[in-house]
């Protein structure tokens, strides 16, 4: 099974990717299904993500004006079945987000897909979102967050977690406490944390990540059970960056 089945994401979808543990991994992904499926396809985000290097299926648009990155994006879907628009680069070489009203707009450039990034994550599997986050565009018909199932078993601090004393607060734990699956879920669930912010008509997914092993699949089947008994409709469970792209969905 792959990323489109699992999410069961369909032409006209604006996703939006949350959480941390393999966003732009999932989101670049996602993109590469929907290429070979005939789709025109745009990434960005709300937030910063490195930019990615141009080739003959990617093209990059950088534009400050709205008016002129839309035009530019609708010009080079023509040429190009994937674009990745920011409205600047930073020294980091990272793109500059758009606002929520702009990404509104891009599907009148006749792109088939959008997938935007909508939180930050510091590279790190697991994180609470601070107030203010994440960015979720409120034309986002699917959310979609990501969990690496690796920041079980792992204390809860900096090394290992983006914002551990938010999850601390939302949770009830101490900062250096093992992270469980029942962390994971409250945090996911918490109305405070990512049950807040999704939009009214859009599907939320939950997607445990990095699950390439029997000990990992039994926990993230754990954290799905849990998610489903507090509201999650659907969990997928995989591994994005997996060769093999093991994909397990859960339907409560």
């Known amino acids: 099974m792959n990323l489109i089945d699992a999410f069961s994401i369909h032409k006209g979808d604006i996703i939006a990717l949350t959480g941390a543990g393999g966003k732009t991994t999932t989101m670049f992904a996602i993109g590469q299904e929907a290429i070979k ?9 709300t937030t910063r ?7 003959k299926l990617l093209k990059l648009v950088i534009e400050a004006i709205p008016e002129c990155l839309l035009s530019k994006i609708k010009e080079s879907l023509t040429t190009f079945p ?17 606002d929520k ?11 088939d897909l959008i997938i935007v990034e909508a939180d930050g994550a510091a590279r790190k599997p697991f994180k609470a979102p601070r107030e203010g986050e994440p960015v979720i565009p409120h034309t986002a018909t699917l959310v979609v967050t990501v969990v690496g199932i690796d920041c079980l078993g792992k204390p809860l601090n900096s090394t290992y977690t983006h914002r551990p004393e938010k999850i601390a607060s939302l949770t009830g734990m101490s900062l250096g406490d093992l992270i469980t699956g029942q962390t994971v879920a409250r945090v996911l669930l918490h109305s405070q944390g990512y049950g807040k912010d999704i939009p009214r008509n859009s599907r939320w997914v939950p997607f445990m990540n990095k ?3 029997t000990m990992a699949l039994e926990s993230a ?7 489903g008994q507090g509201g999650a409709k659907r969990v997928v469970i995989g591994a994005a960056q997996s060769a093999n ?7 409560f």
Do not use: C, H, Y
């Open 101 to 111: 009203e702009l990404i509104a707009e891009i599907p009148s450039t006749g792109a």
């Open 37 to 45: 499926l005939g789709w025109r396809v745009v990434i960005t985000t």
């Open 49 to 55: 993500i490195f930019a990615p290097k141009e080739n």
């Open 82 to 98: 994937q674009v990745v628009a920011g409205i600047g680069l930073d020294q980091e070489n990272k793109l500059n987000g758009l």
């Open 221 to 227: 089947r754990e954290i799905a059970g849990l998610l």
């Open 245 to 251: 792209q093991f994909m397990e969905v859960l339907v």
């Open 211 to 213: 699950v390439e092993s």
